[in-house]
C-alpha cells in the first residue's frame, strides 16, 4: 500500500522536518513506514493546532483544506479532542512517535514481535506498527470507546486491521500476554503492575513520563525473569497523562489542614527549581511525589509568588520573593508534609551528585510493584529516597492526579523569565 501521489511531496517534506529533528537519517524500515501510512487519513476534518502562546488555533479541512493538509504533513502535534476544555487527545509530532519506535528497537527486527500499544487515539501510531510488524502482531487498547471506534475505522480505510480493545489500558490485555513490547502513547507517573506482568522477560516497555512537578521524559525498561523490571529516562517528549476510569462516587479527597501556616525564610530560589531547568525539576518530580507548582504574578500576595500544592493530600506551601532581595524568600508551609523541606532537599542532593540530567535518572520496579528511582553519577548509582506522601499506598492505586486541595489556589501563569 502507498501513499496517495497527492500527498507524496508532502511526505517527503514530513521526512524532511522528521530527520532534521532527529539530526540522523530516518532508518529505512521506518522510513518506509512513514511513506506507508497517510498521516491525512488518520486526522478529523477539525484539528487544533499551537499557536505559541499557550493557546491553540482551530484549523478546518471545510473551510480551509490547503492549511490543514499543510499542518497534517508538518512534524508538529495537533489536538483532535477537547473534554471540559482541555485537550484530551492528539496526533503526537511525527518526530516523536519514530524517536520512540526507535527506542523501541524497531528500525531493526531480528525476530517477530509481539506488541501491545496502550492509547489508541486516532491510530496512526498502530498503523506504523502494522506497516513494520503486521496487523496479526499488534494489539492497540484505547479507554475512551468513542475515540476507539474512530481509531479502527481509520485503520480499516488505511487497509489496517490490528486487534483493537476497548478497555482500561492500566490493565493491558491478558488474551494475547506476553508481549514482546508493550508501548504507551501517553505519560504515566508510575507503572502499572499489569504492564510488567504481561511482558515476556526480556521484553520492552517504554511510555513518556510525568510527575505532578514536571512532565517530562521518556521510559525505557527491560523486564526479568523475576517480574522486575529496569532501565533508563530519556531527554524527549511530554505528552498528555493518562486517564483512567473515573472513581466510585463519594471517594474522598483532599482535605484542608487545621492551624496557621509554619513560616520561615529561604535562601533557595524558587526559579532554582520551577523556572525551566528541565534537569533539575525532573529531579524533583521524581523525588518529591505529588507536589505541583503555579507561579502567582497578579501581585496580590507578593510581587512574585510560586505555590506549591500536594495533590495526595492538603500540604502547600507558597515561596515569596519581595521583588528586591534574590537571597531570601518568605515560605509558608502547612499540612503534615513540609514540602518546601522535601523540595530543598531534593534540590540539595541534585546538585550534590554534580547536576545530573534526564537521561542520567532510571527506575528499577520490582516484582512487588515498588518503585524505585535512581541517578548514576561519578561512576556510582545512587538510590533516591523517595518523600513519602502521608497514606501514600505502596501498590499504586491510580494514575489520575486526584482533585488539588482547596489551598493554595493556583494561577496558572507561565514562570516569570528568569532569576531576579
Not at 339 to 346: G, M, P, Q, R, V
Amino acid at each position: 500500500m502507498r501513499a496517495p501521489a497527492a500527498t507524496a511531496a508532502r511526505t517527503q517534506q514530513l521526512l524532511d522536518q522528521v530527520t532534521q529533528f532527529l539530526d540522523r537519517p530516518v532508518p529505512p524500515a521506518l522510513e518506509r513506514a512513514l511513506r506507508t501510512v497517510p498521516r491525512h487519513l488518520f486526522l478529523p476534518e477539525r484539528v487544533w493546532c499551537s499557536d505559541g502562546q499557550g493557546g491553540y488555533d482551530l484549523c478546518d479541512r471545510t473551510v480551509d483544506p490547503d492549511r490543514w493538509l499543510e499542518a497534517a504533513y508538518s512534524d508538529v502535534s495537533l489536538v483532535t479532542q477537547f473534554t471540559d476544555s482541555l485537550p484530551t487527545s492528539s496526533a503526537s509530532m511525527p518526530s516523536m512517535v519514530l524517536r520512540t519506535l526507535l527506542l523501541a528497537g524497531l528500525a531493526t527486527l531480528s525476530r517477530p514481535l509481539n506488541v501491545a500499544e496502550l492509547g489508541t487515539a486516532t491510530g496512526f501510531n498502530a498503523a506504523l506498527l502494522c506497516a513494520l510488524l503486521g496487523d496479526q502482531a499488534v494489539t492497540t487498547i484505547e479507554l475512551d470507546a468513542a475515540l476507539a471506534d474512530v481509531g479502527e475505522r481509520n485503520l480499516r480505510a488505511a487497509g489496517y486491521t490490528p486487534k483493537v480493545v476497548r478497555g482500561d489500558a492500566a490493565a493491558g490485555w491478558p488474551d494475547r500476554a506476553p508481549y514482546d513490547l508493550i508501548l504507551a502513547t501517553f505519560s504515566v507517573d508510575r507503572l502499572p503492575p499489569a504492564w510488567t506482568a504481561q511482558t515476556a522477560p526480556g521484553g520492552r516497555i517504554i511510555t513518556p513520563w510525568n510527575s505532578a512537578w514536571c512532565c517530562y521524559g521518556t521510559l525505557a525498561l527491560t523486564t526479568h525473569q523475576d517480574g522486575s523490571a529496569q532501565g533508563r529516562f530519556h531527554r524527549f517528549a511530554a505528552f498528555m497523562p493518562m486517564r483512567c476510569p473515573h472513581p466510585a462516587p463519594g471517594t474522598p479527597g483532599p482535605t484542608t489542614p487545621d492551624g496557621p501556616p509554619q513560616t520561615a525564610t529561604s535562601t533557595l530560589s524558587p526559579w532554582a527549581v520551577a523556572g525551566g531547568d528541565l534537569d533539575a525539576e525532573f529531579h524533583v518530580g521524581l523525588s518529591v511525589p505529588g507536589a505541583s507548582f503555579a507561579w502567582d504574578t497578579s501581585g496580590d500576595h507578593a510581587p512574585v509568588r510560586l505555590e506549591v500544592a500536594d495533590t495526595t493530600g492538603p500540604s502547600w506551601v507558597t515561596v515569596d520573593y519581595d521583588g528586591h532581595h534574590n537571597d531570601r524568600f518568605a515560605v509558608a508551609q502547612s499540612g503534615p508534609r513540609r514540602l518546601w523541606d522535601e523540595i530543598s532537599a531534593a534540590y540539595d542532593r541534585w546538585l550534590t551528585l554534580g547536576r545530573p540530567s534526564v537521561d542520567e535518572h532510571g527506575l528499577t520496579v520490582d516484582a512487588t510493584g515498588a518503585h524505585t528511582p535512581w541517578v548514576e553519577a561519578a561512576g556510582r548509582r545512587h538510590a533516591i529516597d523517595l518523600a513519602r506522601c502521608p497514606g501514600q499506598p505502596s501498590e499504586p492505586q491510580s494514575l489520575t492526579p486526584p482533585a488539588r486541595s482547596a489551598r493554595p489556589v493556583r494561577i496558572d501563569k507561565p514562570s516569570p523569565g528568569g532569576t531576579p
